[in-house]
């Protein structure tokens, strides 16, 4: 089934929406936001789905056309957020660019990132700085149930509950000073943006296979198509990211895990997820970055086909930059 | 005012602790939970106050004997938690033990952590493996309310609603491993015990002072005092960690700002927060750590005295630490 959030206070109210994602009803009788849904989820699954076929027949009190602005990110504000690099790809790319050595680690990387806001697929995004480096990142996500602390990768994967499709903004002149520290980012990473719907993975079919997406993600910088490119060479499945996540913490139900920019060894002929990646690939070609960061005003749009396919799986984000606004005056 | 959490439910049930910590009364019909009074913290803050005046007056109708184990932690979930690492000194010996340059940094050091747990004073802690090298990492915090992107200094110490003590517990054969990508702490950061009580800036009088407390953090090992560090020599106040972290979002109510582990100059005199910090002396002055980091059943009490004084500022944490139980067969 597919699952939505209709803007409504902090966290939204629960939608659940058609297959072809034209149609949608409330689902606020049976859980009325998306974190309840969650919380309760081997309860409200089941009448989760059956208003969920209903709607698909076409036999739904109550459905209307679903207009994305009307959206919130599906899941407004999460517990948790713990954002992988699970694209070798992407870090080799990025590794050979800088003529630094690969990250050394043990297993995959990952990071807490600001889980307090998501915002909305239409939403507008605020940045105080364009010198800030703003950029996009196009990756997929899972939304977790509970999980116990040193659970396996089939406990990681039996977790997953729903499946979808995040941009998480990056402020690269950060991303950079941040880095070298060991501490991560806080800075450098607000707040992202969220696709209008969350998938279960059996409603993904054949999209959805050994715990990673068997899809296209396309990523269009103003009328510019930035990147197509395809999710098959993620190196950990989203049930080994899980697992890491959990080695030494319980996970609650909410919890979103992500995949990292989507990147492809055949970049040539397929694009990149961001721009960070693509001025890597121009500086190792051509000796330095051509492509500059992102302009207040410009608008990014995002959105994943299951692989050969033209059925949109999670619908679009669609984003303009901003400058924020200075805050009041005390 | 002085505020706590009585164990109910994902949130706990709101409690107002009279001044010299020895009684409590519900304060539910002001504000069900810790979160839902910071959520509207201005029209909540004057009803709790007069409760709490009534209560230290011994006038509140209901009051009970404050027994700690009864307690979850103040906050017991909240949306965000960003930790810094404001004493300096710490730092200092760390990178002199281990023969590293200082971290290269352009303002304060502060990594986003598992914010959908915290431990109650008393809880019992579980870790997965002695290996990991278990430590406790004393440290003060703060609880904001909500903060614009951009904020200033000054708008950063007005948002401070609430202080208290946290015990950030750390596994550091992890940390070592994960520092090193530049990721920050997923697996060697779990969840942190907090003290009892929370406590409001204007109540803590002099031990209050330029955003940092004028107070000596207590840490006992079992039955051995570990150190009794004086937190005067912060280098950053809490007014500019708050800056920081807003610097490119807006924090929401109920954000938790860490000041990292207390640390002081006088380290031979005083003793250290954290058993990583005393094996970076031992490498120093006698050329190896000798500090054992923790094994299964041993206790670690953390407790704040204004300094000079003998006035528990927060009541203290007091937590085994076990092996946690694998997680159920599926």
Chains 1, 2 share one sequence.
Not at 302 to 322: D, I, K, P, R
Request: charged share 25%.
């Amino acid at each position: 089934m597919k699952l939505a959030s209709r803007r409504a206070g902090r966290d939204g109210a629960l939608l659940v929406v058609s297959r072809d994602l034209m149609m949608a009803v409330a689902a606020g009788d049976i859980a009325p936001t998306m974190q309840a849904a969650l919380d309760e989820w081997d309860a409200v699954a089941p009448e989760l789905g059956k208003l969920y076929e209903r709607l698909t027949a076409g036999t739904a009190a109550g459905a209307f056309r679903l207009e994305n602005a009307s959206l919130d990110a599906p899941l407004p504000r999460a517990w948790q957020w713990l954002d992988g690099s699970a694209f070798a790809q992407h870090a080799a790319l990025m590794a050979k660019a800088f003529s630094r050595p690969p990250i050394e680690t043990d297993g995959p990387l990952m990071y807490q990132g600001m889980s307090h806001r998501f915002l909305g697929p239409e939403d507008v995004v605020a940045f105080p700085r364009e010198e800030d480096g703003i950029d996009f990142e196009g990756e997929f996500a899972v939304i977790t149930g509970d999980v116990r602390m040193g659970a396996d990768r089939k406990a990681g994967g039996a977790a997953i509950r729903l499946v979808g499709l995040v941009n998480d903004w990056s402020l690269r002149r950060l991303t950079a000073v941040e880095v070298k520290t060991g501490f991560g980012w806080v800075r450098a990473k607000p707040a992202c943006s969220a696709a209008p719907v969350l998938v279960t993975p059996d409603e993904l079919g054949a999209a959805w296979k050994d715990f990673r997406l068997q899809a296209s993600l396309e990523v269009r910088r103003g009328d510019e198509l930035f990147g197509r490119v395809p999710a098959d060479e993620m190196e950990y499945g989203f049930d080994e990211l899980v697992a890491h996540a959990a080695t030494t913490r319980d996970l609650c139900a909410g919890t979103i895990i992500g995949s990292g920019t989507v990147s492809s060894s055949r970049y040539a002929d397929v694009g990149s997820c961001c721009i960070s990646e693509r001025q890597a690939i121009e500086m190792i070609a051509k000796g330095g970055a051509r492509t500059p960061y992102l302009s207040f005003g410009e608008r990014v749009r995002m959105e994943a086909f299951a692989q050969g396919g033209t059925h949109s799986l999670f619908g679009a984000t669609h984003n303009s930059v901003v400058r924020s606004a200075p805050p009041p005056e005390r």
